[in-house]
């Protein structure tokens, strides 16, 4: 018997609401950081959020909606272009522990998207720090 989409993570997690609030949530935080939000397409920051959404539901074992319109994820090919150092990805997962601290998930559940999204975005580091010259 084939599980539907009530037996998956995604429905465990509370489905569309959660992953809704969550990235609303997040990109609160993104848009006023100086140095994440000029990473963003000003002029799409709805159609970003809405890109995350789909991605994060489809991910969990919701709808294959990211998939169906834009094809395979490819999460690094379509971050290259962006300078994603340490320092980055600290500050994108510091917004998203904000917003998934508000959803006030069961602990394992919160344990299982956490220890995800701290995979995914050490993944997506594709720049060291700049290293300062040492003084002699």
Request: net charge negative; charged share 30%; hydrophobic share 35%.
């Amino acid at each position: 018997m084939e599980p539907t989409e009530t037996d998956t993570l995604f429905a465990a997690l509370g489905g569309h609401e959660t992953f809704a609030r969550l990235v609303a949530r997040f990109y609160q935080g993104v848009r006023t950081d100086e140095h994440l939000a000029p990473m963003y397409p000003q002029d799409d920051w709805e159609g970003s959020e809405e890109r995350l959404r789909l991605f994060l539901e489809q991910y969990w074992g919701g709808p294959t909606t990211y998939s169906d319109t834009r094809g395979h994820p490819r999460l690094r090919m379509r971050h290259v272009r962006f300078a994603v150092t340490p320092d980055a990805r600290d500050r994108w997962l510091t917004h998203m522990r904000v917003a998934l601290d508000e959803l006030d998930l069961a602990p394992e559940a919160e344990h299982l998207l956490w220890d995800y999204l701290i995979r995914a975005a050490d993944s997506m580091v594709n720049t060291p720090e700049t290293s300062r010259t040492p003084l002699i």
